[in-house]
């Protein structure tokens, strides 16, 4: 009986992941452009920078909300800002107004995403955590990879207000089903203690220490190409919406064809290190081939930004495997911590790539460069932890 409502609380959040992930991908690569109306595009990592600190501070009070009110009510409330926010990118045309629910839907994406966390902790296990994990990033891929073609479709003239309120359209079927089928989830008794001493515990531990830099080095990887890599290929290479769709989408197929076997096979055949390692080899190649492709071959673009994301959904379900195995639902506190390394990573990124711009007139071309060194820096902490098997 336990195993069975487990089963249907995971494929729950399963499919709470799907649409939540397809709400989150359809805007995401167009939202630098959008902000683009409105400031220069050398200050758009400005926007990203704020929203991010903003999100650290949520993270912080996470687990002491999630103590007080439990995650269900801490997620309804999450989800019910997203929709006004997005209802308002949708309808509204006051750019000060637009700014501020910008904001509110960068910030509320990620917390959601930890509430998630917790949701797939409660229903499971540390001997099928790589299944777990490996199933659950598969659903959330599988909108990833087909939303920038959706994307491409629906955007023209460059009319974002069509985007964002296709966005909130897929996150009311997010919202059923929190209320439908996660409303009797039972809390754990988290244990919400400060940060600083969280901080100490995970640094304290070699293993936690360095899968947790190697988390943050690639949030720091999507920050770059996440803001950058759209605003490139449109401007300076000259590809359309439609276009940079169909790249888009071939290029986030990894994530769907590659992390549940990887997840699998990190349960059953291999460690984590090996896998983890070899993630970050191919993402340095890959990301610094980019500054070297200056031509329009659809072919070619995506196929090196595809081999991009082999090597960065490798290391994504490694990083995820290795962390849950150590941890469960009940250190709130260090899961908040693993998730800030997105805002962190958001903050740094798009700080060091307008500092480049800015102070040493970097053309954006060899952002690309210095992301594949960065990457290869994570060898460093991948090579350093101690496999779960």
Same mark, same amino acid.
């Given at each position: =009986?336990?195993?069975?409502?487990?089963?249907?609380?995971?494929?729950?959040?399963?499919?709470?992941?799907?649409?939540?992930?397809?709400?989150?991908?359809?805007?995401?690569?167009?939202?630098?452009?959008?902000?683009? &109306?409105?400031?220069?595009?050398?200050?758009?990592?400005?926007?990203?920078?704020?929203?991010?600190?903003?999100?650290? !501070? /949520?993270?912080?009070? =996470?687990?002491?909300?999630?103590?007080?009110?439990?995650?269900?009510?801490?997620?309804?409330?999450?989800?019910?800002?997203?929709?006004?926010?997005?209802?308002?990118?949708?309808?509204?045309?006051?750019?000060?107004?637009?700014?501020?629910?910008?904001?509110?839907?960068?910030?509320?994406?990620?917390?959601?995403?930890?509430?998630?966390?917790?949701?797939?902790?409660?229903?499971?296990?540390?001997?099928?955590?790589? %299944?777990? %994990? /490996?199933?659950?990033?598969?659903?959330?891929?599988?909108?990833?990879?087909?939303?920038?073609?959706?994307?491409?479709?629906?955007?023209?003239?460059?009319?974002?207000?069509?985007?964002?309120?296709? *966005?909130?359209?897929?996150? +009311?079927?997010?919202?059923? &089903? @929190?209320?439908?089928?996660?409303?009797?989830?039972?809390?754990?008794?988290?244990?919400?203690?400060?940060?600083?001493?969280?901080? %100490?515990?995970?640094?304290?531990?070699?293993?936690?220490?360095?899968?947790?830099?190697?988390?943050?080095?690639?949030?720091?990887?999507? *920050?770059?190409?996440?803001?950058?890599?759209?605003?490139?290929?449109?401007?300076?290479?000259?590809?359309?919406?439609?276009?940079? /769709?169909?790249?888009?989408?071939?290029?986030?197929?990894?994530?769907?064809?590659?992390?549940?076997? @990887?997840? %699998?096979?990190?349960?059953?055949?291999?460690?984590?290190?090996?896998?983890?390692?070899?993630?970050? +080899?191919?993402?340095?190649?890959?990301?610094?081939? &980019?500054?070297?492709?200056?031509?329009?071959?659809? !072919?070619?673009?995506?196929?090196?930004?595809?081999?991009?994301?082999?090597?960065?959904?490798? +290391?994504?379900?490694?990083?995820?495997?290795?962390?849950?195995?150590?941890?469960?639902?009940?250190?709130?506190?260090?899961?908040?911590?693993?998730?800030?390394?997105?805002?962190?990573?958001?903050?740094?990124?798009?700080?060091?790539?307008?500092?480049?711009?800015?102070?040493?007139?970097?053309?954006?071309?060899?952002?690309?460069?210095?992301?594949?060194?960065? =990457?290869?820096?994570?060898?460093?902490?991948?090579?350093?932890?101690?496999?779960?098997?």
């Amino acid at each position: =009986m336990v195993n069975n409502l487990k089963s249907q609380g995971l494929f729950s959040v399963y499919l709470l992941g799907f649409f939540f992930a397809f709400h989150t991908a359809l805007p995401t690569y167009i939202n630098s452009s959008f902000l683009d &109306i409105f400031m220069p595009e050398k200050l758009v990592g400005v926007i990203y920078i704020l929203a991010s600190i903003l999100t650290i !501070f /949520g993270f912080l009070v =996470m687990p002491f909300l999630l103590k007080k009110f439990g995650n269900y009510k801490i997620a309804f409330l999450l989800i019910s800002l997203n929709l006004i926010a997005l209802l308002g990118l949708a309808i509204l045309q006051i750019p000060s107004l637009l700014l501020i629910f910008f904001l509110i839907n960068l910030i509320s994406i990620p917390l959601v995403y930890f509430s998630t966390d917790i949701f797939l902790e409660g229903f499971s296990s540390n001997l099928k955590t790589g %299944r777990i %994990r /490996g199933i659950y990033l598969t659903s959330v891929n599988l909108a990833w990879a087909l939303s920038p073609f959706i994307s491409g479709l629906i955007l023209a003239n460059n009319e974002y207000w069509k985007i964002y309120l296709a *966005s909130f359209i897929f996150l +009311v079927p997010v919202f059923l &089903i @929190l209320l439908l089928n996660l409303r009797s989830f039972k809390d754990s008794e988290y244990h919400a203690t400060h940060i600083l001493e969280t901080v %100490r515990t995970v640094w304290r531990n070699n293993d936690l220490r360095n899968i947790f830099i190697s988390n943050f080095l690639l949030f720091f990887f999507y *920050s770059w190409m996440t803001i950058y890599t759209p605003l490139y290929l449109q401007k300076n290479i000259g590809f359309s919406w439609g276009e940079i /769709g169909i790249i888009f989408s071939i290029m986030l197929l990894p994530f769907v064809l590659l992390q549940f076997p @990887l997840g %699998r096979l990190a349960d059953k055949r291999y460690g984590e290190k090996e896998i983890l390692s070899l993630g970050f +080899v191919i993402m340095a190649i890959a990301t610094g081939v &980019i500054s070297l492709v200056s031509g329009g071959n659809m !072919f070619v673009w995506a196929v090196i930004l595809f081999i991009t994301r082999i090597g960065a959904c490798t +290391v994504e379900i490694m990083c995820d495997t290795y962390f849950f195995k150590k941890v469960d639902c009940l250190n709130a506190n260090v899961i908040s911590l693993y998730r800030m390394s997105g805002p962190f990573a958001y903050i740094l990124g798009p700080l060091v790539a307008t500092l480049l711009f800015n102070f040493f007139s970097f053309d954006i071309k060899y952002l690309f460069l210095v992301l594949g060194l960065i =990457m290869i820096f994570g060898l460093r902490f991948s090579l350093s932890i101690k496999d779960t098997k």
